[in-house]
């Protein structure tokens, strides 16, 4: 089945200790999205790559990076987690962005920061 | 600003009906997507608006009025696997989805 993988699906981490999220696709989707989701709350778009074209949201906090080095596979690194970056972080996917483009989302991870 | 609302938590009768709001104030508009979410797993998509009117789709069904900037999404015959939170997006001018914070939905016997 076409899918949107996130791995690992709970992630320990230590104040100040570089993390990084994965997120796999086999939907051969062009855009891929990251979000942050804190308990109750909205998602929270950080950022989102149109095939290679990486865009970043203006609130985005450069302690958040991001990486896409094929369309199947993108990268969210957090430099230094503190402890208001627990939260959920969810990867989507969507074939364009106009019109009805519906996204796909992962299981999303669950990050701790002790 | 940009802003969606919406209830924060409902309660509801086993087998019977729901009728969740959103509102909604963009910087344009391209559609209007509704989102179950379980807790703590992901969205999943349930319906999208473009056009004013109902769109049904089995037990759910969802509404949507641009000019009064609003949107509903119905829930029929409730079970107790719909109990979790309905999140309400809008696809603003930029085909950037904005986010409601959901409606948290609690079904009881």
């Known amino acids: 089945d076409a899918m949107v993988i996130q791995n690992p699906r709970y992630q320990v981490t230590q104040f100040g200790k570089p993390v990084t999220l994965s997120c796999s696709q086999t939907l051969n989707h062009n855009v891929m999205y990251w979000y942050q989701q804190k308990s109750s709350q909205a998602p929270k778009l950080l950022f989102h790559?149109?095939?290679?074209?990486?865009?970043n949201e203006a609130d985005t906090p450069d302690n958040f990076q991001s990486r896409r080095p094929n369309t199947s596979f993108c990268f969210l690194d957090i430099r230094s987690p503190g402890l208001g970056d627990a939260a959920m972080y969810l990867c989507a996917t969507a074939q364009g962005t106009g019109d009805y483009n519906e996204q796909f989302f992962g299981p999303g991870t669950r990050l701790t920061v002790l | 600003g940009q802003n969606i609302d919406q209830p924060t938590e409902m309660t509801a009768t086993e087998g019977a009906i729901v009728q969740i709001n959103c509102t909604y104030q963009t910087s344009g508009f391209n559609g209007l997507f509704w989102y179950q979410q379980h807790a703590g797993e992901a969205p999943t998509f349930l319906s999208y608006n473009v056009l004013d009117g109902l769109e049904e789709k089995g037990r759910f069904s969802s509404f949507l009025s641009r000019s009064k900037g609003y949107s509903y999404l119905l829930l029929k015959e409730l079970q107790m696997k719909d109990s979790a939170s309905y999140l309400c997006a809008v696809r603003d001018s930029n085909y950037q989805l904005i986010w409601g914070a959901g409606t948290k939905l609690i079904i009881k016997p």
């Open positions: 790559y149109y095939d290679k074209d990486f865009n």
